[in-house]
Nanobody
Framework: QLAVAESGGGLVHTGGSLRLSCVISGDAFDTYSIGWFRQAPGKEREGVSCIDLSDGETYYGDAVKDRFTIERDNAKKTVYRQMNSLVPEDTGVYYC?????????????????WGQGTQVTVSS
């Protein structure tokens, strides 16, 4: 059965770093698209960065380019997101989601399996 689980959130000061992990249980890991989404307090969930595991195509939102990177470990069926130079605006609940073969489009409605979310708080 396909399932998603995130971990790695926490509290950091401005300028700090965090590494989020997204573990996928299920078969055919490299056929999926993986998305990282953020939901800030009082705001809608938005796509931050996404990767198509079949060809490695990635998408990064303008606010996180040059600060966030996506890495993968196929053997562990895990996708990581390294977040550097964090700022208070990065605060929110971060969700990992997957969908079969959707490219690197970072659109919430495309994804059909979601993790429970992990809280990231950046203090000023």
């Amino acid at each position: 059965q396909l399932a998603v689980a995130e971990s790695g959130g926490g509290l950091v000061h401005t300028g700090g770093s965090l590494r989020l992990s997204c573990v996928i249980s299920g078969d055919a890991f490299d056929t999926y698209s993986i998305g990282w989404f953020r939901q800030a307090p009082g705001k809608e969930r938005e796509g931050v960065s996404c990767i198509d595991l079949s060809d490695g195509e990635t998408y990064y939102g303008d606010a996180v380019k040059d600060r966030f990177t996506i890495e993968r470990d196929n053997a562990k069926k895990t996708v990581y997101r390294q977040m550097n130079s964090l700022v208070p605006e990065d605060t929110g609940v971060y969700y990992c989601a997957i969908v079969l073969a959707a490219g690197a489009q970072c659109v919430v409605d495309l994804f059909d399996h979601w993790g429970q979310g992990t809280q990231v708080t950046v203090s000023s």
